[in-house]
Structures are given as C-alpha cells and as structure tokens.
C-alpha cells in the first residue's frame, strides 16, 4: 500500500516559487500559463492493508510534520 500526499500553498498565500516558475514558463515561449502553485510531493511505502486507524495515523503525520496548516494544505491519496 502507497500513500500519496500532496502540499500545496494555500490560495490565500503568496507564492514567490510559483511566481517565478510561471514567469520563466512564459519566457521560454508558453505565453498560454496563468498561475502557478508550487508544492511538495510525497509518496509513503506502508507494509499494512488499508484500515481507518492508519488513515488517521497518516492525517495526523501530514498536519504535524509534512505540511504547515497554517499556509499550506495537504491532500492524502491511499493506492493499494
């Protein structure tokens, strides 16, 4: 079993990284790029089935350690 998470900024936080990534994007030519967010990536190898206690396991890992709740939001993907 995977867990995916995904951080991003949250909408109402300033991005500087984004801002520049879609800055540069535009000047190699895709003139067509809005907004960019950029965030983290993390993929989580587990040796356990699925069950609801890691799930909360793994919510409470992402809001305590992989992701800042006050400016950043976190989504939990579970691929078996």
């Known amino acids: ?13 300033l991005d500087p990284q984004g801002a520049a990534t879609a800055q540069a994007l535009q000047h190699l030519g895709l003139t067509e790029v809005g907004q960019v967010r950029v965030g983290k990536f993390i993929e989580i190898e587990l040796n356990s089935e699925n069950n609801p206690q890691i799930q909360n396991q793994l919510h ?3 809001q305590d350690l ?8 976190y989504t939990l993907r579970i691929v078996e």
């Open 1 to 13: 079993m995977k867990a995916i998470v995904t951080v991003l900024p949250k909408p109402t936080v």
């Open 60 to 62: 409470q890992v992402c």
């Open 66 to 73: 992989l992701s800042n709740p006050v400016i950043e939001d």
